[in-house]
């Protein structure tokens, strides 16, 4: 039997953010683009929360919802990468003028 999954676990890329070295320029950054996911996968997950009617993918059930999430953690990810929305952009801007120039 396997134990629960940490958050750190499921995505290694907040390991990255939060693990000592780099500099905190490039920290802000990657927790920027984190943050943008989650915001995304957020968004997608509330609007397929609104019923519209429509049928079912798969026939509904377990499997179609992890579908969907695993799905919308993909996009989100793709999306925030890309700088899509471009909201990691300006959290990091906003954010950049209270990390001192050179600091780590």
Partial sequence: MTGPITLTAANPA????????GSERERLAEAARQF??????QMLAAAR??????????????????????????FAEVAASTGALGLATTIEAQLARFVEPGGN
């Fill in 36 to 41: 943008e996911a989650i915001f995304v996968r």
């Fill in 49 to 74: 929360n609104a019923d519209l009617g429509g049928d079912e993918l798969f026939g509904g059930g377990a499997g179609e919802e992890t579908f969907r999430e695993v799905r919308d953690a993909r």
């Fill in 14 to 21: 907040i390991v990255s953010a939060t693990a000592p070295g």
